[in-house]
């Protein structure tokens, strides 16, 4: 039996790194979600303390989510599990940075993804 050659380790690291690669934008892309999502959730249930500072984390996680999904097609077609495990950490998030029982919030996430990314979307 022959061992691996010099090609097979190569093509072995460049799997392993495009694996690598992709859990830690799969784990960036969920990080910037929750806090999105987070600030959707305050915004909607905390309107007197909308202001600036929530509306620039909501632009910029904007901005960025939108970046990372439109370079990794991969990312786009996970979305779906992404947001609900980002939603899930939002849900405690914004609930202990509020002080709201997380119970307010409703179990699945009441918005679509484009709908989350929508620049212009502000829940009411």
């Known amino acids: 039996m ?13 799997w392993a790194g495009v694996k690598w690669m992709g859990s830690s934008d799969k784990r960036a892309l969920e ?10 959730l305050k915004w909607q249930y905390r309107p007197a303390r909308r202001g600036r ?21 991969v990312l786009k077609s996970q979305l779906g ?5 980002a939603y899930a950490k939002a849900c405690m998030n914004a609930a202990r940075e509020v002080g709201l029982d997380q119970e307010v919030f409703p179990r699945k996430c009441p918005w679509e993804a484009a709908k989350i990314l929508d620049e ?4 009411d």
Not at 2 to 14: D, I, S
Not at 81 to 85: A, E, F, S, V, Y
Request: hydrophobic share 40%; charged share 25%.
């Open 120 to 123: 212009g979307f502000y829940p």
């Open 81 to 85: 599990q992404i947001l609900r495990h």
């Open 31 to 40: 990080e910037r979600l929750t806090l999105l999502l987070a600030h959707l």
């Open 2 to 14: 022959r061992k691996p050659g010099k090609f097979y380790r190569e093509a072995l690291c460049r």
């Open 53 to 73: 500072s929530w509306q620039t984390v909501l632009e910029s996680q904007r901005k960025h989510a939108a970046f990372m999904l439109k370079d990794n097609p």
